[in-house]
């Protein structure tokens, strides 16, 4: 398949898998999963894409899609994409101040929007904005504003594209350019306003390039289920580069279905970020724990011998005595099958997995169990993957893998790690100053992370700004330890304290189910969450739980003290970006009270 340019991927592919599935969404009503072939992807992209032209949008002018993932996100991307606009994606959990900011930035004229929440956000943006003119609504039981007189269903805009004349259409087409601006991505942004990263058509050819050479065991059999958001790099990117392989994509609505959902589709292919590996370890854990006898000892046994099988030999391409061979298979075909079964992965292939650290006690678990992880590395300033591991042999738990074919990577002098490459951006859209400052003298991209490569494996060790100095002069680096604690089923965010302290503390936020239930178990009596967390028999419980986990660091770097939250952080109240990553800064300020008592002295 030569075609790369994304203007161009719907129609082209249609002419050779006319009649072949591209994807499936679910109709909740049937809980039947209903197909969309090529042939009428291609038709409804052509359709909107001549609507849009007759609507006055011009080349290089920027469309937002507003929605949660959906077969109509797509159909609207591509549709922009072939009308040579600029695809501008907004997470569905987006507030109205961080869409009117957007709009406002890029200049929206036309929004396209998935449900009724999305559609009540930008109806408000709409009231007050001086640039966006006019909503396209995916769901046609969005039920409208009274005096909304713009607004269209995307159905009407298909039947109207469908009566429209072909001739701009196809002139914007003959017209392409790898050159053209394809999305501005906005970071979600851990600290001040996001950043518009600018990516081209370019970045995308290469990112299907690398991908395809790396992973090289894919084929159109397989089947990939789009968990992730697809306002996101990571899934965006993975989901258009399966589209481009003809690998059937299930989409998936509703992330938090995500555990039955999987058991639906029972994918062979499905990005996820670690959060959802660390509650598949910690659920098989509390299975293990609580098992008797000869369940218990084969379930440890199994794990033991498939570390060393996989530790040991495969990963590093060594072939396995025939004795250690012959019991891995039998745990393959026994507890490993049916431990990936009732997770809903016994199809698996490979599972790509970033977005943020995993800890490497899991990543060696779930390859002992014979599930293929294929960590990685990326950015929405990288078109997602930097680097990952190999499908087969020769990663190295620990690190992020190995880079991708022609991407650059040096380390400077200070640690950080840097980037030159085609998937690399081309820049922060009306941010000249921030640009200058992510690249060097030379050209390479300064990726905030700190790291270090070891015969060809990239390892990355912290965030360069979420390094700690402690009063005493020590460092920390937080992520390493807040990954590891986050391991244990009864937690589920922690948030590391220590600049400028005189010792580690912490904020937890605990699973709330699993503690309740413990609670219970114990007989521990409450009528709130707040009196569960400040109950002492609790903080004895998570302390031990913590102090267990630490063990593997340094005196300095453990957790002294630490509060446990009786309310999770959240993506509206500000403390998780869109892709659940905290916000320090936020959550210092919100929590400053708590976190002082902890350095009062005791």
Known sequence: MKITHLSQLANELAKELQDKVVFRHRDDSTAQWIPTTFGEFARKVKAVAKSMITMGIEVDEKV???????????????????????????????????????????????????????????????????????????????????????????????????????????????????????????????TGEPKGVILKHSNFEEAFRVNNKALHTLSDKDRSLAFLPLSHIFEMTWTYFCIWKGIEVYINLRPVEIQSIIKEVRPTLMCSVPRFWEKVYAGVQEKIVNAKGLSKLLFSRSIEIGKEYHGNYLSKGKKAPLVLTLRYKFYEKTIFAKLKKVIGIENGNFFPTSGAPLSDNISEFLHACGINICYGYGLTESTATVSCYPLEVGYNIGSVGKLVDKIECRIDTNGEVLLKGKTIMHGYYKNPVETAKAFTEDGFFRTGDAGKIENGDLFITDRLKDLFKTANGKYIAPQALETTISE?????????????????????VPDFAELTKYAQEQGIEFNSREELVSNPAIYSFIKSRIDDKQKPFASFEQVKRFTILSAPFSMDSGELTNTLKIKRRVIYDKYSAQIEAMYSEK
């Open 64 to 190: 937002a899609v507003f929605s949660q993932n959906k077969p109509e996100l797509l159909v609207a991307n591509m549709a922009i994409y072939s009308v040579r606009g600029v695809h501008v994606p907004l997470y569905a959990t987006s507030t109205a101040s961080q869409v009117n900011y957007i709009v406002n930035h890029s200049e929206i004229s036309l929004l396209f929007v998935g449900e009724q929440q999305q559609y009540d956000v930008a109806y408000e943006v709409l009231q007050s904005s001086s640039y966006l003119k006019k909503l396209v609504l995916f769901d046609a039981s969005i039920k409208r504003k009274e005096d909304d007189t713009t607004s269209i269903y995307l159905d009407e805009l298909v039947a109207q594209g469908e009566t429209l004349s072909d001739q701009e259409y196809e002139k914007r087409g003959s017209e392409r350019s790898v050159d053209d601006i394809a999305c501005i991505m906005y970071t979600s942004g851990t």
């Open 488 to 508: 244990d089923k009864f937690v589920e965010i922690v948030a590391i304290v220590a600049d400028k302290r005189k010792f580690v503390s912490a904020l937890i």
